[in-house]
């Protein structure tokens, strides 16, 4: 492993999601791509109680905090295993050693969900390193492909109905990669958004569970453009008009029962 990590100072001060984190979260994230086990894949194994030794903080604080970061699509932790969402993105190279190492860190990590969720995501991505003018160093740009190999029938048929979705985003331990699959299954011909994006616009619209609703209401006739952006726009509409989440069934089953009433389950498409 190396010794160092690379970090982008803007953290500091153009991302609001870290400038609004507590300092206790801003250790524990800094920690996860900092820590002697981190690997530049972005995927590691690491037990709860070494983290919260090496940090000091509680395991409950730890588990909660973990919670919080996989809402907002930036580092996921299920049973041992840590996926830090940039630490690959920042300090990988077209270096065939780099590579090499890469390979070798994510086949040791056990097979689980978390791992197989991880390949998907850069199974579905082109990567290329483009060298910078004016000397030898490289950066990566990164650019959907059209083709999403990371396809919702990856195993297992999508579901039909909108409960069987909200049944999926709901006991999914990762809901930003259950949204995902959502949109990819519902829309067919358009660029699969960032987890990190989902996590965003879930906090908007009230949850995971209504962002599912959203997204299974809008694909009917999807808007021309982005179509979380529409979402957002229409939540936020809603919001100044009264009828925001809050007005609403409150929680997974009341989503459900608001669901039946409106007609949602027939599949729209």
């Known amino acids: 492993m190396a010794i160092y990590r690379q970090v982008h100072v803007k953290m500091w001060k153009q ?3 870290f400038l609004n984190l507590d300092p206790l979260d801003k250790l524990l994230f800094i920690y996860l791509f900092s820590n002697e086990c981190a690997s530049i894949a972005g995927i590691y194994e690491l037990p709860l109680k070494v983290i919260a030794f090496e940090t000091g903080l509680t395991p409950e604080h730890v588990t909660e905090a973990l919670a919080r970061f996989a809402e907002a699509g930036k580092a996921f932790y299920e049973d041992g295993v840590v996926w830090v969402v ?11 050693k780099v590579q090499v190492r ?3 860190d994510i086949a040791a990590v056990r097979d689980c969900k978390l791992k197989q969720q991880y390949i998907e995501y850069y199974e579905s991505t082109d990567r290329v390193y483009i060298p910078e003018s004016g000397n030898g160093s490289e950066r990566e740009t990164e650019s959907e492909n059209e083709n999403e190999t990371d396809s919702p029938s990856a195993g297992n048929s999508p579901p039909v109905s909108f409960t069987d979705w909200l049944m999926l985003v709901e006991h999914e331990k990762n809901r930003q990669a259950a949204l995902r699959r959502m949109f990819i299954a519902k829309y067919t011909k358009r660029t699969a958004p960032e987890y990190s994006y989902l996590g965003k616009v879930a906090r908007i619209v009230g949850g995971a569970g209504r962002l599912a609703e959203w997204l299974w209401l809008c694909c ?16 936020k509409r809603d919001k100044a008009k009264g009828k925001n989440a809050k007005s609403e069934p ?5 989503i459900r029962a608001y669901a039946a009433r409106q007609g949602l389950e027939a599949d729209p498409q």
């Not at 006739?221 to 957002?232: C, F, M, N, R, S």
């Not at 409150?250 to 009341?254: R, T």
């Open 102 to 104: 890469i390979k070798k």
């Open 220 to 235: 009917t006739k999807p808007p021309t453009g982005d179509v979380l952006a529409y979402i957002q726009a229409a939540a």
């Open 86 to 96: 940039n630490l690959r993105k920042y300090n990988e190279s077209a270096s065939p």
């Open 15 to 17: 991302d609001d999601w």
């Open 250 to 254: 409150a929680g997974y089953d009341g």
